[in-house]
């Protein structure tokens, strides 16, 4: 059962501004959520993550442009990313892990979203 769904991708030129969205269904609290893309033809990439307590990471193509954010009485979390580029461009997952260790190792999380595709043109 997929706990985890996303919304808000979709299509915008190069510099344009896009919101994501991700509900948590499941029953149990996650502590860390993340976000990971993957480009057509490339591995899964890590784009951001937020802990329980707000503290957040985020990969070097993100940093300064995107902002990851919570809201944990509506189980939801937020992908804001500005100053979009074509390489931005892929499908956007959510996920969670439960425990400990680095938020970046994609080995660590549980639950996956389906994903959400993000397409910016130039």
């Known amino acids: 059962q997929v706990q985890l769904r996303e919304s808000g991708g979709g299509l915008v030129q190069a510099g344009g501004s896009l919101g994501l969205s991700c509900v948590d269904s499941?029953?149990?609290?996650?502590?860390?959520v993340g976000w990971f893309r993957q480009a057509p033809g490339k591995e899964r990439e890590f784009v951001a993550a937020?802990?329980?307590?707000?503290?957040?990471w985020y990969g070097d193509s993100a940093k300064g442009r995107f902002t990851i954010a919570r809201d944990n009485a509506k189980n939801t979390v937020y992908l804001q990313m500005n100053r979009l580029r074509p390489e931005d461009t892929g499908v956007y997952y959510c996920?969670?892990?439960?425990?400990?260790?680095?938020?970046?190792?994609?080995?660590?999380?549980?639950?996956w979203g389906q994903g959400t595709q993000v397409t910016v043109s130039s």
């Open positions: 996920t969670a892990h439960m425990g400990s260790g680095s938020v970046t190792n994609i080995g660590l999380y549980d639950y």
């Open positions: 499941g029953r149990t609290f996650k502590p860390y």
């Open positions: 937020i802990s329980a307590s707000d503290g957040t």
